[in-house]
């Protein structure tokens, strides 16, 4: 079964540019987006100087302490598109809707 979402109306659009609470909002989010953008790739590179000095090691310690360690996530997935194409009944009864919406700037 779908999931609800927010009724729209293809091609429709309205006009808020004189509402000064969606101005705010528009710049806060705007703002959060490349924060989260900057702060993403801050935390990729301080990632990377972590695991080269963990090497191949579970823990590392700092003053003696236990400060990080290399924690794993073991899963299988099914692989759906070898599922739709040998079994492809199966396939149809097993899925699941993963629709969602958010809000997507535009310029």
Do not use: C
């Amino acid at each position: 079964m779908a999931k609800s979402l927010t009724p729209t109306v293809k091609g429709k659009t309205v006009e808020l540019g004189w509402d000064g609470e969606v101005r705010e909002a528009l710049e806060i989010f705007r703002n959060a987006l490349e924060a989260k953008k900057v702060a993403d790739k801050a935390k990729a590179e301080a990632e990377a100087i972590l695991r080269a000095k963990l090497g191949d090691a579970e823990f590392a310690t700092i003053g003696g302490s236990k400060a990080f360690k290399m924690a794993q996530v073991i899963m299988e997935r099914v692989d759906n598109a070898k599922l739709l194409e040998q079994f492809p009944a199966v396939h149809a009864e097993v899925l699941v809707d993963g629709s969602y919406e958010f809000i997507k700037t535009v310029n």
